[in-house]
């Protein structure tokens, strides 16, 4: 299936740092991407979708300012947690429905590894 | 609005019996299913889907579902459970007419095959 990567895989930073997460689709073009949070134990929440070349769409409940998507490429989004606090402390986690070595629709939706957060 | 139910938090199975793991969904249009597993601190690994065609889909790993329609189901199962299998498994709907739009997840269940 098609991959998608995510950097870093663990982060530990200082209350009020700001920490960029980047995912990639290796094999395929996304003009879509999810961005998840995932508590201990818990399911998968959506916070946001992005959409290359135009401005994330956000849940309700998720704070827009706090948490930065950027789809600048067919390949990368970014999502930024400004000024991170203990609260913010999760995995995260991207996704993008593909096709591998293509730009073709599919339905399936594949997941990076994953970005653990601690903020200290 | 799309839903979906795993009612089970945990199962536990003997290695080398059959395993069957819960799912039923609510969607207002023809559904695509999916099955994923999360290993410990690891993304989500896709298992299967049904999107359309024989209700009986095979996956990764010898795990394959069943679609029911009338009972709006779509349960997980493998004949012979290994050890290696113990890990959480997400059941996901979307409406098929609804294009490129995010996943609705279960809860998800613990599955513990014990040896």
């Known amino acids: 299936g098609a991959v998608v990567s995510q950097h870093p895989s663990w982060v530990i930073c200082k209350s009020g740092t700001s920490v960029k997460i980047e995912c990639r689709s290796l094999?395929?073009?996304?003009?879509?991407m999810f961005w998840y949070r995932q508590f201990p134990k818990q399911s998968l929440m959506l916070m946001a979708t992005?959409?290359?070349?135009?401005?994330?769409?956000?849940e309700q409940g998720v704070e827009k300012d706090k948490f930065l998507i950027n789809h600048a490429s067919l390949t990368l989004s970014t999502l930024t947690v400004t000024s991170a606090h203990p609260e913010d402390s999760s995995f995260y986690i991207c996704?993008?429905?593909?096709?591998?070595?293509?730009?073709?629709?599919?339905?399936?939706?594949?997941f990076g590894p994953g970005t653990r957060l601690l903020v200290l | 609005a799309q839903s979906v139910a795993q009612p089970e938090d945990q199962v536990n199975v003997a290695e080398g019996n059959p395993l069957t793991v819960k799912c039923t969904y609510s969607?207002?249009?023809?559904?695509?299913l999916f099955w994923y597993v999360q290993y410990p601190n690891r993304g989500l690994q896709f298992l299967l889907k049904?999107?359309?065609?024989?209700?009986l889909v095979k996956g990764s790993y010898g795990f394959e579902a069943e679609f029911n329609k009338s009972q709006t189901s779509f349960h997980l199962k493998k004949p012979s459970a290994l050890v290696s299998d113990s890990a959480l498994y997400f059941c996901?709907?979307?409406?098929?007419?609804?294009?490129?739009?995010?996943?609705?997840f279960g809860k998800g269940t613990r599955l513990s095959v014990i040896a």
């Open positions: 094999d395929f073009q996304a003009t879509t």
């Open positions: 996901a709907v979307r409406d098929a007419a609804s294009g490129n739009t995010p996943l609705v």
């Open positions: 992005s959409n290359e070349g135009s401005k994330a769409t956000y």
């Open positions: 969607v207002s249009g023809n559904p695509y």
């Open positions: 996704s993008a429905p593909g096709l591998a070595g293509g730009r073709g629709f599919s339905e399936t939706q594949y």
């Open positions: 049904y999107i359309t065609g024989d209700n």
